[in-house]
């Protein structure tokens, strides 16, 4: 079975099919901070760990304060915000990132109550999952790009 991939951009379709996945929503940003997050967390799977984020305080989170407490817990991972929203990625793309939608912080970050899946395709004419053609398709409308894969 085939699947095609829709992406906005180049990219975010770099980063899928390497591995990454992307929250789903952009984070509220008051004077360059984001509140709420004491205690919350995020659990990966892929790799394994578990980050709580910590604001006794109260004084909210910079968005590099939230990459810096991800990377605490994961040095395997690069967190980094693309317009607001969360994008995490293996620094070597293996296995691909796995979030669990069992993570306090999820709906912050716009994750969800559901397991979250990154998927490393391999080459063309390489192991499934694997790209079908290295060519990323632009749609007709020049508003995004298609990738053909061939899932595991």
Sequence with gaps: MLKILQFSALQEAEHVINGGIIGGRELVVIEGKVYGLDGKTLIFTTPAGTVTFSDKVGAGHTLAEVIAEIKAVHAGLQPKFVKKSLWVIETTPTNGVVITGA??????FGFGAVTVTGTV???????????ISDNFHGKATVDGYYILVEPA
């Design 121 to 131: 395709y391999d080459v063309p004419g390489g192991t499934p999952p694997r790209l």
């Design 103 to 108: 993570g306090t912080a999820n709906p912050v």
